[in-house]
């Protein structure tokens, strides 16, 4: 009688070649990136004439420092709907970065937002009944506020000197959002602060290619 041999296990590599490509991207999240400020590259550095909070800083750099700030609180990436409207339990999207920085710069962008749409409605069309708990959270808002509000500006990257810290940046058709950073990649572009997904989490990174730029911002007041 022949005796019975279970076959040879096929060594499934694509799981080791999968795994090992998820940790280098969670250590991606962590490595340092070699940044440059304007100065150090020739780049005019444009300042804002105001200063909503009379902080002794002007609106475009207390937007990054307060987008900064956010982000270091460490939140977890998670949609969820808020009664009041804002997070409350160390989650968020991308667009938390955004009220946030204008929080820290003087702005209440949620009274704006929810103001603009009660007086303005044919402007949000794609809104079919406000909802102040949730309408200023939503990327697609945002980016029709910020067109009616605020400087529009280049989506292309060819001069560097167009790209300053404290811009709002619009990804995809309203995917993402972001708000530029005060540090460059050697090119002059900025980095962005923004809140991404599960992997990327809340960074400060050389991001800014990642996607399609559809909307490029400025704002003064």
Not at 110 to 124: C, M
Request: hydrophobic share 40%; charged share 25%.
């Amino acid at each position: 009688m022949k005796r019975y041999t279970k076959p040879p296990r096929r060594k499934k590599w694509w799981l080791l070649v999968l795994g090992a490509a998820l940790v280098l991207a969670a250590m991606w999240r962590f490595l340092p990136q070699r940044w440059y400020t304007a100065e150090e590259l020739g780049i005019p550095r444009l300042q804002s004439a105001l200063d909503a909070d009379s902080d002794g800083t002007e609106d475009w750099t207390d937007l990054v420092l307060g987008a900064r700030s956010y982000i270091a609180t460490d939140p977890h990436y998670q949609s969820k709907y808020y009664a009041g409207g804002y997070p409350d339990d160390g989650l968020g999207v991308c667009t938390d970065v955004i009220w946030q920085a204008f929080r820290a710069a003087g702005y209440e962008l949620k009274e704006l937002v929810d103001a603009d749409i009660a007086e303005n409605r044919d402007a949000y069309p794609f809104i079919q009944t406000q909802d102040r708990n949730i309408d200023f959270r939503r990327v697609e808002t945002l980016d029709a506020f910020f067109r009616r509000h605020a400087q529009v500006l280049t989506n292309a990257f060819d001069d560097p000197a167009q790209w300053q810290g404290g811009d709002i940046v619009i990804f995809g058709d309203c995917d993402h959002i972001a708000i530029c950073s005060d540090r460059r990649n050697r090119s002059g572009i900025p980095f962005i602060i923004h809140h991404g997904n599960p992997i990327d989490e809340a960074v400060e990174r050389n991001q800014i290619y990642y996607k399609e730029v559809t909307g490029h911002f400025r704002w003064n007041g």
